[in-house]
């Protein structure tokens, strides 16, 4: 039985082919569409990976900065704390925070400060004692031997009038025993009525003169000896004298070394005194940066020891951004290539510059880097830490605070 489609093919077949033209149209304009689609999505696919070759994209990075941590050099009592000191409240550099009782280390230092008077006083006194032995210690030795010299000179004059008194006793002796012998003889004449008596106390008055005369010279030979004995005494006495005066360049160096010691102890003394005004100025304790505290753990009243932490300023002022990128990225990454820093907290993009490179991958600065000596070596892609820099001028609230996550963007040539 033929359908209505069979008897209006057979009527007029000219009918039925104007109908199929509409779908091959609409058939070869969506092939071309469809063409048309591929070529934009190669093309924009293409435009993407040569735009997005262009950088090495991480999110593992973060805001870092320095942390000050506080401790103290010398052990106190906390006597005063700044009312501003308080966590998360910024303080300037210079800004006292807190002060230690100063009584103990300011006794320390006037004690210092005596001890130093006192060995000042002793440094000059040996200084001077040095001119004063090496003037009296030369002039000792000049009298000393200026003496000697006239001491010898005595004991010649001494010796050379001995000389001449016992060369009178000599001639003395022999008058006197002239003139004994006369009285002797005329003693004889005179018993036998000889000679006149008169003529004989003559003669015995020459005997006794000669006699006391010889005694006389005898005492001055004796009182001659004595002077010479004396003079070698002296002579001896100054002998001595000059060999103690000639030690002056030993006393000149004793005195020079005792000078130098002074001069060691006065030092030492200063030394002293200056740890102790380093001492008690440490008893006031400043900011030695601008920044934002935290972590603080001291209270008025507290003891503290050197060393111990009392609280930690972070300098927000100079922040950086450490982005770890895998090892594969490093490729074409250089020093000063610009960066985009997309921080999370703020949802806001930062203008950056590549600063460094780290010497080492991250996990060599751990405590415990890894170990492959054992031969089971698995390759594992390292992450290396990249130091950014961030423009100034972008961050006048100083909102950015170390450990505030972001992702970092370096645009690589």
């Given at each position: 039985m033929a359908t209505a489609v069979d008897k209006v093919r057979k009527q007029q077949p000219e009918l039925l082919d104007e109908a199929q033209v509409p779908s091959t149209r609409f058939w070869s304009?969506?092939?071309?569409?469809?063409?048309?689609?591929?070529?934009?999505?190669?093309?924009?696919?293409?435009?993407?990976?040569?735009?997005?070759?262009?950088?090495?994209?991480?999110?593992?990075?973060?805001?870092?900065?320095?942390?000050?941590?506080l401790s103290t050099r010398i052990s106190g009592t906390v006597v005063y704390v700044n009312p501003n000191v308080e966590n998360d409240h910024y303080v300037t550099a210079g800004t006292v925070l807190l002060r230690l009782d100063p009584r103990d280390y300011q006794a320390v230092l006037d004690h210092a400060r005596a001890i130093l008077d006192t060995k000042e006083a002793d440094a000059q006194a040996a200084g001077l004692q040095v001119s004063i032995t090496q003037a009296s210690a030369l002039s000792r030795l000049?009298?000393?031997?200026?003496?000697?010299?006239?001491?010898?000179?005595?004991?010649?004059?001494?010796q050379a009038l001995l000389k001449a008194a016992q060369k009178r006793v000599?001639?003395?002796?022999?008058?006197?025993?002239?003139?004994?012998r006369d009285r002797l003889r005329y003693a004889a004449l005179v018993e036998k009525r000889e000679i006149s008596r008169s003529y004989y106390d003559a003669r015995d008055t020459d005997a006794r003169t000669a006699a006391y005369a010889l005694a006389a010279d005898q005492a001055a030979e004796a009182a001659a000896v004595q002077r010479v004995a004396e003079a070698q005494r002296t002579v001896a006495q100054r002998q001595a004298e000059i060999d103690a005066?000639?030690?002056?360049?030993?006393?000149?160096?004793?005195?020079r070394a005792q000078s130098a010691s002074a001069g060691a102890a006065l030092e030492e003394a200063r030394?002293?005194?200056?740890?102790?005004?380093?001492?008690?100025?440490?008893?006031?304790?400043?900011?030695?940066?601008?920044?934002?505290i935290g972590h603080k753990t001291v209270e008025p009243g507290n003891r503290i020891q050197p060393g111990q932490t009392l609280l930690t300023i972070v300098p927000i002022d100079d922040i950086w951004i450490t982005a770890n990128f895998k090892e594969t990225q490093l490729r074409r990454m250089r020093p000063g290539e610009p960066v985009i820093v997309h921080v999370d907290s703020f949802d806001h993009n930062y203008q950056g510059t590549v600063e460094d490179l780290a010497g080492a991958s991250g996990p060599l600065f751990s405590l415990f880097p890894p170990e492959n000596a054992s031969g089971n070596y698995v390759k594992i892609v390292q992450r290396f830490p990249v130091r950014i820099h961030i423009n100034p001028g972008q961050d006048p609230q100083h909102q950015l605070r170390p450990g505030m996550s972001v992702e970092a963007k370096v645009r690589v040539r």
């Amino acid at each position: 039985m033929a359908t209505a489609v069979d008897k209006v093919r057979k009527q007029q077949p000219e009918l039925l082919d104007e109908a199929q033209v509409p779908s091959t149209r609409f058939w070869s304009a969506k092939r071309i569409i469809l063409a048309v689609a591929l070529l934009v999505t190669a093309a924009s696919g293409t435009s993407w990976w040569l735009y997005a070759r262009q950088f090495e994209i991480t999110d593992d990075a973060q805001v870092d900065g320095h942390f000050a941590e506080l401790s103290t050099r010398i052990s106190g009592t906390v006597v005063y704390v700044n009312p501003n000191v308080e966590n998360d409240h910024y303080v300037t550099a210079g800004t006292v925070l807190l002060r230690l009782d100063p009584r103990d280390y300011q006794a320390v230092l006037d004690h210092a400060r005596a001890i130093l008077d006192t060995k000042e006083a002793d440094a000059q006194a040996a200084g001077l004692q040095v001119s004063i032995t090496q003037a009296s210690a030369l002039s000792r030795l000049h009298v000393a031997e200026a003496q000697e010299k006239s001491a010898v000179e005595i004991v010649t004059e001494s010796q050379a009038l001995l000389k001449a008194a016992q060369k009178r006793v000599q001639e003395d002796t022999a008058v006197a025993a002239h003139a004994e012998r006369d009285r002797l003889r005329y003693a004889a004449l005179v018993e036998k009525r000889e000679i006149s008596r008169s003529y004989y106390d003559a003669r015995d008055t020459d005997a006794r003169t000669a006699a006391y005369a010889l005694a006389a010279d005898q005492a001055a030979e004796a009182a001659a000896v004595q002077r010479v004995a004396e003079a070698q005494r002296t002579v001896a006495q100054r002998q001595a004298e000059i060999d103690a005066a000639e030690t002056a360049p030993q006393q000149i160096s004793d005195a020079r070394a005792q000078s130098a010691s002074a001069g060691a102890a006065l030092e030492e003394a200063r030394a002293n005194l200056r740890t102790a005004d380093l001492n008690l100025s440490y008893t006031t304790i400043y900011a030695p940066v601008s920044g934002v505290i935290g972590h603080k753990t001291v209270e008025p009243g507290n003891r503290i020891q050197p060393g111990q932490t009392l609280l930690t300023i972070v300098p927000i002022d100079d922040i950086w951004i450490t982005a770890n990128f895998k090892e594969t990225q490093l490729r074409r990454m250089r020093p000063g290539e610009p960066v985009i820093v997309h921080v999370d907290s703020f949802d806001h993009n930062y203008q950056g510059t590549v600063e460094d490179l780290a010497g080492a991958s991250g996990p060599l600065f751990s405590l415990f880097p890894p170990e492959n000596a054992s031969g089971n070596y698995v390759k594992i892609v390292q992450r290396f830490p990249v130091r950014i820099h961030i423009n100034p001028g972008q961050d006048p609230q100083h909102q950015l605070r170390p450990g505030m996550s972001v992702e970092a963007k370096v645009r690589v040539r």
